[in-house]
């Protein structure tokens, strides 16, 4: 059989960095291709190649045996080539039916009615069901990815290009996801399927080729007898053990506890109801539940970066309802946040000046308003050798550093100021696989110090290995907490559904 | 009682409409450029050079309507100047506009000493006369307020319903709004974001060249330094008032308008020193953006550059000035 | 080369070749004039520069727009763009002449400081309003600032037609400052006063507070990052405060200094487009103090130049405005795309290299 796809020593560079190397890849009619690799190894380049968004340095692109020029994503939207981007590519004040029509009404009439019956057709005949009069702004993200997919599709998509796109999602929305999948490739669609997620790609795909540094280390069709481990070590370029050692530990004193807080959004909108909540020092409590459930402001709340409108916030005993952040930060409340350029650092200043943004007024950072030189720079070099923060200097702006570096200038920032209760809001959100390692050590060492942890995160499998207690949020409430020796997947997942009932976290 | 009787004079609502004529011109190209995702505070220097050209224009061909159009062409170049600066160059767009408005005081204001000296200051160009409407322009007080105006005032009504038509009816129209939205998503779905950005500045300073002739080339039929003294700017707070929509910005145009008739005819009556009339319009800008708005949301691109190869070396090499 | 010394150099030849622009676009208005642009650039340059007395006009003109300049630069490095320098010049002027008229009988070393405070306090509760809806609300600075502008500036010239009219003048204007107010002068056969060493002290003051402290520190953390520093525990909302409040106090000074300086009575309209001046030798300086003052120096001596050049030679002073807004786009536009003027003049000996980043750039 003649592959539908054949991607042949495809080489692209960004000045002296080589992001795809000679890369050839093939995906035949039906089948699901799982392209596995880190952050940085180069498949957001490949895809953006084969969608059009960059023309290819050397190398050729056949599509259906005929070489190809893709010159941009409307080209490649012609040739049948569609793409489901890891962020939504929605309007989130248009409808559906306005999103999924966007850019190929070629009249200039537009006949929404008309559009919406052909979008409702198409959502039945796909069986992706949507509602095309409603605003995207009003789906949950399973819907919005629905809507992503039905928009390719309906635009005749032979080839579907999906990236990492089970991240935002449940477990039930991701079987729900696959056996969409599933119907696509009996129709004759085509998958190339990106993610890091090894347990995922082994259940759905057909066939994994591993990218890594912008090369292709291999082609695995037989997934029967393949086991994560050697995907992962192939992955990364070395033997990796994937599970973290976590020593037993008795947990102590209570240090966070929320009694029946509420928070609300900028917006004024209520978004965290009567959360209650204890962590205990030596403690690692994982907050599981899908992106956008009131995690931001729950850590908003807990940090005092939102006001509490209802119910208490308590840090070792003390009452902190209505305190400022920094009062927070002087109570001992370190802050790892979700977004690091938005919330983290300070990109465009120097990654001495980044690991000093909380402390730089105390002694002996600065005496009498005036900043202490020497000792800004001994501290910085310190801390630099200590958290192993690789930069051309502690002078360059920290927007230079890669991500890993980027976090571990928060990391350690943070765990220098020996905090007792410790917030990491997806800590390792887009790292490779050692600095995930390195943040996770840091995690247990401050564990094992003593520390109340509050881990929030959307990859399952990190709070599963992390935690001491699972504790799942479901739009703003606490579906409840789950020692980790009785969690499963499948109980977790149907409370981060919002099922409710604690036989649900226990079911198997 | 004098002072309402203001109200029961048609005279009162045809000037409503004749003040609020360059600022509804105005107001509506702020909403193109702003719906498609460059925000346009340099309004005020694109009205200018259209006061200015579409003066110089009539001056010298001697005709009102070629003054129309070269008070577009001026306008469009400082339009396309900032097209450039926000589109291509990506910089700040607030700070650009100060330039671009900085920019047309001085072509305008030299120029106008180039060509007029300094003494000869009230040389007088073609200017177009009310045109009434047969039959409706005879209607009682309907008649002379809606239906005697000048030609342009028309033409703002007419564009405004082109241009609702245009961005709610249309194809092209959502794909100018979602260039506005989210260029991305726009992009991806294989339509030229920066081609409708530059299409949509350009528009809105050929709207703003229309709105300056309205300035100069229906009645003053001359020009001065700064003539347009703040409109662009009440238009931008139009533009905002008017939550980015054509129906909204012109309705807040015309309440601007009326703010203005009404200033000039309460100095007839009232004994307030001139300064506070002057005030007047700026105040009340102020006032309705500060106390009817609430935490207006524009389109949610507006002022951020479209960059096609996002996240591969941003940020820490964007200069301070860049982008927001 | 080290970094920083590459970006300086850099920076200066984006400079240059933004002045080039201005005056190649003035050149040939002038050529098209039948003006001879050469002698009108040495009358501006003369005017500017050579001889005491012009060199003390080009240092008087300087001293607001130092003083507006850093404001601007202060409230734009914390992201606020403030284009209300103009009321707030215009209302803190009118504070300093109502003390300076109205206090009578003070000594010079208590007066001067008064009328100073009175314009600082003026001019920093003016620009507090945009702040505040800015800061509280979101509400879009930049058109509420500009606003305000037309507010303040007609305001004060009521004030000057009216209850604070010279009884009897002809003009519009306020009555003279008590002579305890004004300022000495510091260079003979010229106007130039100790405003002037005041500006260059602020300058300094701003430099240090700015890199040197922990003040500093945050409100640069603030301007560039805002919900990072909240996120760190900084009180974001205090140092925004204090930004745009010092940005407008010295909006204030800038009018003051010119009053007690050397008109020592206001006259409607008595300062034009200041407020808007200051913000293109806030760009010019690229926000940085040093910065501010060599370009406020410099656009004052243009401004001084101006005056001489129309005098001799006929040619308006409002190509100043041509020169400024083409120095903010230019100035804006290269800072932005960030060329590397020394790595493109290197290139050229390495063909391939230097086309590869001029694309880049």
Known sequence: ?508 | MEFLNIFLTPDFYSATFRLATPLMLAALGGVISERSGVLNMALEGQILMGAFFGYLGSYLFQNVWLGVLTAMVGSLFLAALHAFMSIKVKVNQVVSAVGLNTLALGITSTLFRFLFGTDSQMASCPGMANLDIPVLSDLPFVGPVLFSQHPLTYAAVVLLILLNLFLFRTSRGLELRAAGENPQALDVAGVDVIRIRWLAVLTTGLFCGLAGASLTLTGLNTFYDNLSSGRGFIAYAAVVFGKWTPVGAALAAILFGAGDALQLRMQTIFDIPYYFYMMMPYLITFFALVFFMGAAKGPAANSIPFEKDKGRRRSARRSRMGGN | MNKRARAMVNYLISIVIALLLAFAIIGALLLWQGVDPVETFMALFQGAFIGKSNLGASLLLATPLILGGLGIALSFRCGIFNIGGEGQLYLGAFAATWLGVNLVGLPFWLHIPICFLGSMIFGGLWALIPGYLKISKGYNETVTSVLLNYVGVYFVNYALSSFFKEPGALNHQSPKIQTSAMLSKIMSGSELNTSFLMALLIVALFFLIFYKTDVGFKLRAVGQNAEASRTSGIHTRKYLLLAIIVSGALSGLAGSAQVMGYQHLMVQNFSPNTGYDIIAVALMGNLHPIGVLIAGIFLGALRSGASVMQIMMGVPVTILYIIQGVIILSILGFSRANIDFIGLVGGLFRKKESQSMAKEA
């Open chain 1, 1 to 508: 059989m003649e592959p539908v796809l054949r991607v042949h020593n495809i080489t692209k560079r960004f000045g002296s960095n080589v992001a795809n190397d000679h890369i050839s890849f093939d995906l035949y009619p039906g089948e699901i291709h799982a392209l596995l690799g880190e952050n940085g190894a180069g498949k957001s380049t490949l895809m953006n190649v084969i969608y059009g968004v960059y023309g290819a340095d050397e190398g050729e692109i056949y599509l259906n045996g005929k070489p190809v020029e893709i010159s941009s994503p409307k080209h490649a939207i012609e040739l049948g080539i569609g793409m489901v981007h890891q962020h939504f590519m929605l309007i989130p004040a248009f409808t559906v039916a306005e999103n999924i029509v966007l850019g190929m009404q070629k009249e200039l009439r537009l006949d929404i009615k008309d559009a919406e019956a052909k979008i409702a057709a198409a959502s039945e005949k796909y069986d992706l069901r949507v509602d095309p009069h409603a605003l995207v702004s009003t789906l949950s993200v399973g819907e919005q990815q629905r809507v992503e997919i039905l928009k390719v599709l309906f635009r005749g998509a032979k080839i579907l290009i999906l990236d990492e796109p089970t991240a935002v999602l449940t477990p039930q929305e991701i079987t729900e996801l696959f056996a969409t999948l599933e119907r696509l490739k009996k129709d004759g669609v085509s998958i190339v399927f990106i993610s890091h997620k090894l347990n995922e790609l082994m259940s759905i795909s057909d066939r994994i080729s591993i990218l890594r540094r912008g090369k292709i280390t291999g082609c695995i069709d037989d997934l029967a007898n393949c086991n994560p481990e050697a995907l992962a070590s192939a992955m990364v370029g070395r033997q990796v053990t994937l599970g973290v050692e976590k020593p037993e530990q008795e947990a102590g004193e209570v240090v966070l506890e929320l009694d029946h807080l509420s928070v609300c959004n900028e917006a004024k909108k209520e978004i965290i109801k009567e959360f209650s909540l204890q962590i205990r020092a030596g403690e690692i409590v994982g907050l599981a539940g899908v992106d956008g459930n009131g995690q931001s402001e729950l850590v908003k709340g807990i940090t005092g970066l939102l006001p509490a409108t209802g119910g208490a916030i308590r840090i070792q005993g003390v009452d902190m309802t209505g305190k400022t952040p920094r009062e927070f930060i002087d109570a001992g409340v370190g802050h790892i946040p979700e977004d690091r350029h938005k919330q983290g650092l300070v990109l465009s200043m120097s990654v001495k000046e980044n690991l000093f943004l909380e402390t730089i007024q105390d002694r002996p950072y600065t005496k009498r308003h005036l900043l202490q030189k020497k000792a800004i720079q001994e501290k910085a070099k310190s801390l630099q050798e200590f958290y192993d923060i690789r930069a051309a200097s502690l002078e360059v702006p920290a927007g230079a550093l890669s991500g890993g570096n980027q976090q571990k200038i928060i990391v350690g920032r943070i765990l220098e100021q020996d905090p007792k209760l410790l917030v990491a809001v997806h800590p390792t959100r887009g790292l490779d696989i050692g600095a995930t390692e390195f943040v996770h050590k840091c995690l247990l060492k401050a564990r094992a110090e003593g520390c109340a942890i509050l881990l929030v995160s959307t990859e399952l499998d990190e709070i599963l290995e992390l935690s001491d207690q699972i504790a799942v949020i479901y739009e703003g409430e606490c579906m409840g907490v789950v020692r980790d020796r009785d969690a499963t997947k499948e109980g977790i997942g149907l409370l981060m559904a919002g099922v409710k009932g604690t036989q649900a976290a226990t079911a198997s």
